[in-house]
């Protein structure tokens, strides 16, 4: 698989694991949920400013983010083929190379702005 090859939309179902997931500025519900009381504490003590609901909501939504990643390949590797080793090495790779450049153009930013 070219790792830039593009999905076409009709071969997964977007519509049902695509979706967006709102922001906190979205209509809030009030929940009641069990955890043990050492993790709430935990969370409630790095949740900072924004508070232990924001924290939670936060996490909450990340592991949202992950399952649905995981069906969206799921589905398309039921269509396609199994994503191998190798491909996933070389996004890696293009990953570590994209974040390097980001970090020396911040860089090269920051001394700019310093010398002047």
Partial sequence: METHEA??????DFGRIGGRIES????????????????????????GDAGLSAYIAGAVEAR??????GQFLAE??????????EEIDEVDAEMAKAEADRAE????????????
Avoid at 64 to 69: A, E, G, K, T
Avoid at 76 to 83: F, R, V
């Fill in 64 to 69: 949202v983010r992950h399952d649905m990643l």
């Fill in 24 to 47: 906190m500025a979205e209509k809030m519900g009030k929940y009641s949920i069990t955890m043990p009381r050492s993790l709430a504490e935990a969370a409630r003590e790095v949740s």
């Fill in 7 to 12: 999905v076409e939309n009709e071969d997964l």
């Fill in 76 to 85: 398309y590797e039921d269509l396609h083929e199994p994503i191998t080793q």
């Fill in 105 to 116: 153009r911040a860089r090269r930013s920051a001394e700019k702005g310093a010398a002047a």
